[in-house]
Each structure stands twice: as structure tokens, then as C-alpha cells.
């Protein structure tokens, strides 16, 4: 294939035109291109092979899915790639802006359907917090007629709210008011009095996701809304690893794939289960809260909610294991002495000798407290085991101003 050839090209591209020609010699390594130029035109161009793959347009053709293997016997061949002018791709919209985030690019799984949209393009792609909480923070600027300086921008990309956070801590907070009214008798016993507590603490959550601790390792005082929204974010960031195994691991689904599907599939689980084929009408749930190894129960989802919370408070007390290099969490039931920023940490290893890491264990042995948690647009991924440290994140970030002279930042 022939990336050098559109890289070059991309290096002498003087229009619009140009770039995306440069681009169809781009075939291998599937990239959200965008474009600006000092005319004041934008694009976005994802450009690169995807297979045409006729066999899904046949009569159950859809058994045989792209993403699984596929036999061997002339069945499921390609035939060709889809043209470029077929694939999802933008220019000049009229909302004067885009965006774009490794999302679904035009929703085609949203229905948990990947076939019927056209052209088969995947099946997955981060959940679109990430994309959607750019829109959001950009849509309100130009709605309030705000000139966008680089200085926004800048502000957007280094944004740490938790959307996940946002869109799961209503429904705990409603399974911990059920369990503690009594409501849901499987949810009550998971109740304890540290939960009213906690309750209140996820409650007053502003949803950032906050280190409540700064990178020379002093943390943000008790009471101070740094501190609170760390703690927060600890808590919640350990539910929902615990939530993930008690939903999903009875029927085999929890390790089935990374990570991001399991996030789409336990928020449509939560919030719309009524569009999933395991909807229970009677209950008004999913039938994937029930714990199938347990015959003489069915489990509710306020239930697995409030104990999935009292494991992760267990595990963020537990006095044996104890930070990031233990896979543990703070050792003390003191929720005051809790700062997520303990746990979500960076370092920079070097490749021959702990000596050179960034930072020296001298100084930090646990590395860089960080904000964020999964699905930031300063994308701060760190999985869904009970090991917090930052496993992924941006590596780069640009602001280009494009002026007669351009203008960049960039780290």
C-alpha cells in the first residue's frame, strides 16, 4: 500500500482537493483525518481500505459476521474495498464546526445493528462520551455567539468530566434510595450505614474527575470541592468495576472483548433497557441483572447496583493492599483520607533502567497523580480492573489558529 505516497502528498497539498487525493493512497491504518485551510474550509475525511464484503448482502449473510472468523471456503471472500466517495466524511457542514473522537463516525451501532446502514464499517468504537462532550462544550459556545480562541480549545481538550460518571450515579443513587427504604428486599441486604454517606458524597458529585492531588504530590485540602469531587470519582470509578463483574461474568460476557462494549452495553442495560433482547417486561428490566448461578434467586438491578458499590468501599478500605503497585486501594475506611489521584497515576518507565523513569521512584514511587477516568475528552483510560493507574491517553494535543500566518500549540 502506499502511505508514504499520501503522506508526501499531504506535506505539498496546497487545497482541500488535493489533500483528499493525497489521502486515497492512504489504505492501511484506519485515521479520522481533518482538515483546515486559512480559507476558512473544514473537512473531515476518514480515509482508508475497508472491504467490500458482498456475502452480507445475502440471505443470512449476517451469520457469518466480519468481526468473528470466517470459513475458509470461497463463502466469505472480499471483492474489492468500498469506494471512497461511500465512506462517512464531511465538508464545510453548516454548523461552521465538527468534531470527532473515535466515535461511531454516523451511529451505525446504535441499534446494536452494524449491518443495516449501508456498507459494513465495524462494530466497534469508544462509546462517544468523549466525542459528545466536545460537541457539547463547543455547541454552547457558538450558541452564546462566543469568538472561539485557542485558548477554548485548548480548555476542551484538556476537559475531565466524567460523562460515565454522569449518566450511571443517578441510578446508584436510586438503588441506594430503594435499598435503604427497603423497597427492593434483595437491595436492602447490601444496605450499610456507610452508604448514607457515600450517598451524599456521589449526590454533590460535580462529575469532574478530579486527582485531588497535584503533580508534586500535595493534596487538595479536606472539605475543598477538589477534594470532594476526588473522592467521588474514587468511589465511583471502583463501583463500576465491581458492577462490571457482578452484571456480566455469570454469563461468560465480562471478559468477552476490551472494554468499551461492556460500557455500552451495561448504560443500555441502566437506562434503555427496553431496546435489548433481554428485556423483561414483567420486571421492567434486563434479565442479564438476574446471577444465573444463583437457581433459587433473581437478582434486580437495584440489588447488583448496592452491592457492587458495598464491594468496591471494601476493596477502597482494605487495609492489605494498598495503591497502585498492589492493585489496592487507600487501606482506610476514612473517606476523608481518600484523594483519586492516589490511584490513578502515571509514570513514564524508562526502557532500561527504573533509575531514569519519570518521575524517579525517589520522588513519587506511585508516579504523576492524574485526573480523568475512562471516556474523557482528556482521554485518561485506565481500564476496568482494579489497577488505576493511566494505561491510554492522547498522544498528542494541538490547537492550530488559521490565520493568513499559522499559528500552533502543541504537547
Do not use: C
Not at 482538515?35 to 452480507?56: C, F, K, M, T
Not at 465538508?91 to 443495516?116: K, L, Q
Not at 485548548?154 to 435503604?180: F, I, K, N, R, Y
Not at 482521554?379 to 476496568?384: I, K, L, Q, V, Y
Amino acid at each position: 500500500t502506499d502511505e508514504i505516497q499520501a503522506i508526501w502528498g499531504i506535506t505539498k497539498a496546497k487545497n482541500l482537493g488535493e489533500f483528499k487525493e493525497a489521502l486515497d493512497h492512504f489504505d492501511v491504518g484506519a485515521q479520522n483525518w481533518v482538515y483546515g485551510d486559512v480559507e476558512g474550509n473544514i473537512a473531515w475525511y476518514p480515509s482508508h481500505q475497508i472491504p467490500n464484503r458482498p456475502w452480507l448482502d445475502e440471505e443470512g449473510g449476517h451469520l457469518l459476521p466480519p468481526f468473528l472468523p470466517l470459513p475458509g471456503d470461497g463463502s466469505a471472500e472480499w471483492d474489492g474495498f468500498i469506494p471512497r466517495d461511500q465512506l462517512p466524511q464531511v465538508t464545510n457542514p453548516p454548523e461552521g464546526w465538527m468534531a470527532t473522537a473515535n466515535a461511531d463516525p454516523i451511529g451505525v451501532a446504535f441499534d446494536g445493528d452494524p449491518f443495516n446502514n449501508g456498507p459494513y464499517l465495524g462494530y466497534v468504537w469508544a462509546p462517544g462520551y468523549r466525542l459528545g462532550r466536545a460537541q457539547d462544550r463547543i455547541r454552547a459556545l457558538v450558541d452564546a455567539g462566543t469568538k472561539i480562541t485557542p485558548q477554548h480549545m485548548m480548555d476542551v481538550q484538556s476537559d475531565h468530566h466524567s460523562s460515565l460518571g454522569e449518566v450511571m450515579t443517578p441510578l446508584l443513587l436510586e438503588a441506594l434510595t430503594a435499598a435503604q427504604a427497603g423497597t427492593d428486599a434483595l437491595a436492602a441486604d447490601y444496605w450499610t450505614d456507610e452508604m448514607e454517606d457515600v450517598a451524599a458524597r456521589l449526590a454533590a458529585w460535580d462529575f469532574r474527575a478530579a486527582a485531588g492531588v497535584d503533580p508534586a504530590g500535595v493534596w487538595a485540602e479536606d472539605g475543598s470541592d477538589e477534594a470532594k469531587a476526588s473522592i467521588a470519582t474514587a468511589i465511583f470509578n471502583a463501583f463500576y468495576v465491581f458492577l462490571l463483574d457482578n452484571a456480566l461474568a455469570d454469563e461468560g460476557i465480562r471478559d468477552f472483548h476490551w472494554y468499551t462494549p461492556h460500557t455500552r452495553m451495561l448504560v443500555r442495560m441502566l437506562a434503555w433497557p427496553e431496546t435489548m433482547a433481554t428485556y423483561n417486561e414483567a420486571t421492567g428490566e434486563s434479565r442479564l441483572w438476574d446471577d444465573v448461578t444463583t437457581e433459587d434467586v433473581v437478582e434486580t438491578q437495584a440489588a447488583i447496583l448496592v452491592k457492587s458499590l458495598g464491594q468496591a468501599l471494601v476493596f477502597l478500605a482494605d487495609p492489605d493492599t494498598v495503591g497502585p503497585s498492589e492493585s489496592g486501594g487507600f487501606g482506610t475506611a476514612d473517606m476523608t483520607q481518600w484523594r483519586w489521584g492516589l490511584l490513578h497515576t502515571l509514570t513514564l518507565a524508562h526502557n532500561l533502567t527504573s533509575l531514569k523513569d519519570i518521575p524517579p521512584s525517589t520522588v513519587l514511587p506511585e508516579g504523576f497523580p492524574r485526573h480523568g477516568d475512562n471516556y474523557n475528552v482528556d482521554a485518561s483510560h485506565h481500564g476496568d480492573g482494579t489497577n488505576f493507574t493511566y494505561k491510554s491517553g492522547p498522544s498528542i494535543r494541538a490547537v492550530f489558529e488559521l490565520e493568513d500566518t499559522v499559528k500552533a500549540w502543541s504537547v
